[in-house]
């Protein structure tokens, strides 16, 4: 069984080149320059241990070039496709296009499909899918355009996020706001910098929990992950920004520190569970995703954001997870391959 473990990483070998281009202060460059070279490592890694399980793994990686992808699947013509491609030409939104073309080309893939990464890329839509569906989500409004005196109707703090992005980008300390005036400021910011809508949500002061799921016969919830912003300074506001998610420099990297399991009662721990099932399922996942929670003082949960194929690297939340569960790498990469293999 052949596995083609594709993924989409041109900065590594062009970095040089294009560096300037890739300056802008928000491009998820930024985050592949502070992790460096190891990104490369990390997916031979993931060959290395799918061959350790017995399939024929190798690695490919597309460069931001299209044809890369056309020419090694004519030659090589892998069973299977390990999909970890997330971001094509700098748009996170053509992730899910990579889906349609394994699907037409009728090649099993891992992972998400087509209907669930688009639906999931836009953070109005998978919460209108959610809230519609009585799964309880932060008061939110989309903004496409700033009219005078435009209304916004939600309580501060809020927070205001691109619509489209991942991986915390544009999300920065300024973007909680705590009156409309400042939400306005960072909704133009939004708006003129990143070319499409805003999101603006109400602030769910609380605890954060990543929930990871993966598929095999049935649905597994693994230990659920906590982030511990106990040490987070002062001046900071609690929230994996894009410094605390990939600055490893920074303190809120250093004072965003995961726990696993988070400890949570047992009636609460069972609700978060079952609720990280209900949006799996809701909004279409398969093969292994991540459900991001906060809770309230009340123990009220409310769903910031589902991930289709979260980050699997081997120092990410949701490995973590699942070794907690009592699975190695390689048990995780197998499984997502036969959950690929097995759907019909
Ligand atoms: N409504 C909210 N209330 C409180 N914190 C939030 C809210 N929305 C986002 N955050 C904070 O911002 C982080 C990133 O937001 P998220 O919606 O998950 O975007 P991304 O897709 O970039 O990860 C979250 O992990 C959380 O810390
Ligand atoms: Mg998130």
Redesign the pocket.
């Known amino acids: 069984m052949k596995v083609a473990v594709v993924f989409n990483e041109p900065y590594t070998q062009l970095f040089d080149p294009y560096a300037s281009k890739c300056s802008e202060q928000f491009k998820l460059s930024e985050a592949y320059k502070m992790r460096g070279n190891d990104i490369i490592a990390e997916y031979e890694l993931i060959s290395e241990c799918l061959r350790k399980k017995g399939f024929e793994a190798y690695n490919l990686n597309i460069l931001d070039d299209f044809n890369i992808l056309l020419t090694d699947l004519e030659k090589n013509k892998p069973d299977i496709i390990f999909n970890l491609v997330e971001i094509y030409k700098d748009r996170a939104g053509l992730e899910k296009n990579f889906a349609s073309f394994f699907k037409l080309l009728n090649i099993p893939f891992t992972g998400g499909t087509t209907k669930n990464l688009g639906i999931c890329q836009n953070?109005y839509l998978s919460k209108q899918i959610l809230a519609a569906n009585g799964i309880s989500?932060?008061k939110?409004k989309c903004i496409s355009r700033i009219e005078e005196n435009c209304e916004i109707d939600i309580n501060y703090p809020?927070?205001v996020?691109?619509v489209s992005?991942?991986?915390?980008?544009?999300?920065d300390d300024d973007?909680?706001v705590r009156n409309y005036d400042k939400a306005i400021e960072k909704i133009n910011f939004i708006l003129n910098n990143f070319k499409q809508p805003a999101i603006i949500?109400?602030?769910?002061?609380?605890r954060?929990l990543n929930v990871s799921i993966i598929e095999s016969d049935d649905l597994i919830v693994l230990p659920i992950s906590e982030?511990d912003f106990s040490d987070m300074p002062e001046n900071f506001?609690?929230?994996?920004?894009?410094n605390?998610?990939w600055n490893s420099e920074h303190q809120c990297y250093k004072k965003?520190i995961p726990i696993c399991p988070a400890k949570l009662t047992k009636e609460i721990e069972k609700k978060v569970k079952e609720t990280a099932i209900n949006c799996f399922k809701l909004l279409q996942c398969s093969g292994y995703a991540r459900v991001?929670i906060?809770l309230d003082e009340n123990g009220n949960i409310?769903i910031?954001?589902v991930?289709p194929n979260p980050d699997l690297s081997l120092d990410a939340g949701f490995f973590r997870a699942a070794k907690m569960y009592g699975y190695s790498y390689s048990d995780v990469l197998e499984i997502i391959v036969k959950n690929a293999l097995n759907r019909t």
């Open positions: 953070k989500v932060p939110f809020a927070i996020k691109p992005e991942d991986g915390s980008i544009g999300i973007s909680v949500e109400e602030f769910i002061d609380g954060e982030i506001n609690k929230i994996v920004g894009f605390a998610k965003t991001d906060r409310f910031l954001e991930n």
